[in-house]
């Protein structure tokens, strides 16, 4: 069956270290992957979008990579602030279909 | 306003109660999407809509479950006949273009659903 995974369990980092948080899926072909943001009680916010084709994507202090072979995506914060503070959702949409399949989080707690 | 806007933003409601839940989507964007959040759990689909093309349905988890779009603008969620396990947070999702496309999908910021 189809599954995204992201790691449950929160990563806590130090203020000014750099966050990595993964998202591994399977029986899967996506055309992109998205990353997203959500603090509590609010809606996602989208932050990234990379495609099948690019092995890496960059936006001020985030960066995504994508390796199809391996089935995941990495996402990368540095230099990271309390203000990251928050939960991370990986979604993918496979061709032909038309909403995204998002994973389950995972929440960074960045300590100042 | 400039984002999308849900109301009401909690709901509680007696278990077998029917329940109406409205999303206003971000003016333009031709694609709208419902999704459920359980405690701690990703994103749920429910239902997508694409300009007045017919609904995928496909994400509805039961018969109870209903959704419509009025002049490809406002949507609302219906649910009948209300059980416990249908209490979650439901998120309403605007984008441009067409869904599936990779155009961000912009959110509310959600019904908080409580089935006594």
């Known amino acids: 069956s189809q599954k995204i995974e992201q790691n449950s369990e929160a990563l806590n980092i130090q203020e000014g270290k750099t966050a990595t948080l993964t998202c591994n899926y399977t029986?899967?072909?996506?055309?992109?992957l998205q990353w997203y943001r959500q603090d509590p009680g609010r809606g996602p916010v989208f932050l990234l979008l990379?495609?099948?084709?690019?092995k890496e994507k960059r936006k001020e202090r985030l960066k995504v990579t994508f390796d199809t072979t391996l089935k995941q995506s990495l996402f990368h914060i540095t230099a990271s602030q309390p203000a990251d503070s928050a939960t991370y959702l990986c979604?993918?949409?496979?061709?032909?279909?038309?909403?995204?399949?998002f994973g389950s989080g995972t929440r960074l707690q960045v300590q100042p | 306003g400039a984002g999308v806007s849900q109301s009401p933003s909690n709901k509680v409601t007696e278990k077998g109660k029917d329940v109406e839940l409205r999303c206003d989507p971000i003016?333009?964007?031709?694609?709208l999407y419902w999704y459920r959040q359980s405690l701690g759990q990703g994103l749920e689909f429910l239902i997508y809509?694409?300009?007045?093309?017919?609904?995928?349905k496909s994400g509805l988890p039961s018969d109870r479950f209903s959704a419509e779009r009025t002049g490809g603008s406002v949507s609302t969620l219906t649910i009948q006949r209300t059980q416990q396990e249908d209490s979650a947070v439901y998120l309403c999702?605007?984008?441009?273009?067409?869904?599936?496309?990779?155009?961000?999908?912009?959110f509310g910021d959600g019904t908080r659903l409580s089935i006594l």
């Open positions: 979604a993918l949409v496979s061709p032909g279909r038309r909403a995204l399949t």
């Open positions: 029986n899967y072909s996506p055309a992109y």
């Open positions: 809509f694409q300009g007045n093309s017919a609904p995928d």
């Open positions: 003016s333009g964007h031709t694609a």
């Open positions: 990379i495609r099948e084709n690019e």
């Open positions: 999702a605007s984008s441009l273009g067409q869904g599936g496309d990779g155009q961000p999908q912009h």
